[in-house]
């Protein structure tokens, strides 16, 4: 979260405004009628893409996402993305959903 205050003024301030606890850990807010994270333009492109944090640098191989073929193609649709670009090895994925089983 530090990274991304970095584009505000005060850290205090800024968790006030674009922070929930979840659990132990924080996590980014979401627009309320949509889902979609504060930090999504009009565009859904990130604003904030080289301070994300875990949470962002992580997806899509979260658990919930990787569940099932059903889970994976539900998160393509939902995410532009998901399923192009990059073709990840099996432990890179694990890798990476460890980092958020932290």
């Known amino acids: 979260m530090a990274r991304i205050a970095g584009f505000a003024d005060d850290i205090d301030e800024f968790e006030r405004h674009y922070v929930r606890r979840v659990g132990i850990r924080k996590s980014l807010r979401e627009m309320p009628d ?3 994270c504060v930090f999504l333009d009009e565009n859904r492109r990130c604003m904030v893409y080289e301070a994300r944090p875990r949470q962002c640098r992580t997806w899509p191989f979260w ?3 990787l569940r099932s073929p059903t889970d994976w193609e539900s998160t ?3 995410c532009p993305g998901s399923g192009k670009g990059k073709l990840y090895q099996l432990e890179e994925i694990e890798d990476q959903r460890n980092v958020m089983r932290l």
């Open 76 to 78: 393509c649709e939902v």
């Open 34 to 36: 949509s889902g979609d």
């Open 63 to 65: 658990d919930s996402n």
